[in-house]
């Protein structure tokens, strides 16, 4: 019989990601979905759905129990948010009731693994000869780090959760579409920076994260957190010339002024004001943008989890625009 894994946020980008590595791994999977959630994309993988109530402790108890999982792979959480308390409600918030059913539940629960983010632990200098590692000082610079900082801690609390953190950099793959803006903006001829200061990048492959995941699912470890990226650090140049040698596109590089990016900021946090949607350029996406250096190590995961990256960014940016320009995005 076939172990049974919940993956929430199942019909997001990462989560589209963890349905396909967990069908070719042999679980039984059970995509956890809003009513509303498009799930076209999901349905070639012959899996199950499920919904849940983050707001009610015992009602996931009684999804949990009802199902009897093995795994739980908790993906679901927001990247934009109007305020603070909307960010910890939701990416802390669920995540702290999820655990704790979990716990509750008479279920035979092997791991749950929490998709975080490096964000929790935030930038550090440029200069900094040390890359961000899991005991680095947390610093997150965003209300969105922060929240899943809080995550963190809420689940630290409980000891006999069978937990595995993944602290992934900036992620990116097929169906992503915030680092798609970029490459779209690159296709177009167009290459724009904030400001000229010099920064260090890191990025990780989905398929990768993916592959972590399913990883720490086997791996025998209680409490601990792991940083995921391909192990390498990138100028602020390289994602754009490496898309534009794969393309074969030319660009006109421009540098924006900080203070004119911040104003632009402003004008569109006014512009949605009313709206309960978030723009795609605010103070919080201002603040992570410009960060000096996301370079982070991984050596911890190599070790505990046997994890070796397949992609650096020029391989895993030339199946990204393959993808993106066969399925019509670019």
């Not at 940083?227 to 006109?252: F, M, P, Q």
């Not at 992609?311 to 199946?319: M, P, T």
């Amino acid at each position: 019989m076939k172990e049974r894994v919940l993956i929430t946020g199942a019909s997001g980008f990462v989560g589209h990601h963890l349905v396909e590595a967990a069908v070719q791994a042999g679980l039984e999977v059970y995509a956890a979905v809003r009513p509303s959630s498009d799930i076209a994309h999901l349905q070639p993988f012959g899996i199950r759905y499920t919904s849940l109530d983050f707001t009610d402790t015992q009602a996931l108890v009684k999804e949990l129990e009802g199902k009897q999982y093995q795994y739980i792979i908790h993906a679901a959480g927001i990247t934009k948010a109007r305020t603070e308390q909307e960010y910890n409600q939701v990416n802390a918030g669920y995540t702290q009731k999820l655990a704790q059913a979990a716990l509750e539940a008479n279920i035979p629960l092997k791991k749950f693994v929490f998709i975080s983010s490096l964000a929790a632990l935030g930038p550090v200098v440029y200069n900094d000869s040390t890359p961000i590692h899991e005991q680095s000082k947390a610093q997150p610079v965003t209300a969105y780090g922060k929240s899943k900082l809080l995550a963190e801690q809420y689940l630290a609390e409980l000891e006999e959760l069978p937990l595995v953190v993944l602290r992934p950099t900036a992620v990116y793959g097929p169906r992503e579409k915030d680092i798609f803006i970029v490459l779209k903006t690159l296709n177009l001829g167009l290459e724009p920076y904030i400001g000229s200061k010099p920064q260090w990048l890191s990025f990780v492959y989905v398929k990768d994260l993916a592959r972590a995941v399913m990883q720490a699912l086997g791996a025998d470890i209680h409490h601990a957190s792991y940083n995921v990226s391909d192990g390498n650090s990138y100028d602020r140049y390289a994602l754009a010339t490496i898309t534009k040698r794969i393309l074969g596109r030319k660009s006109v590089r421009v540098h924006l002024p900080m203070g004119v990016v911040r104003a632009m900021a402003h004008v569109m946090e006014a512009a949605y004001a009313g709206s309960s949607n978030t723009p795609a350029l605010n103070q919080e996406k201002l603040n992570e943008l410009a960060a000096e250096n996301w370079n982070c190590s991984i050596d911890r995961i190599r070790q505990d989890l046997g994890f070796v990256p397949a992609y650096d960014l020029e391989k895993g940016l030339a199946q990204t625009l393959k993808w993106y320009k066969e399925n019509n995005w670019l």
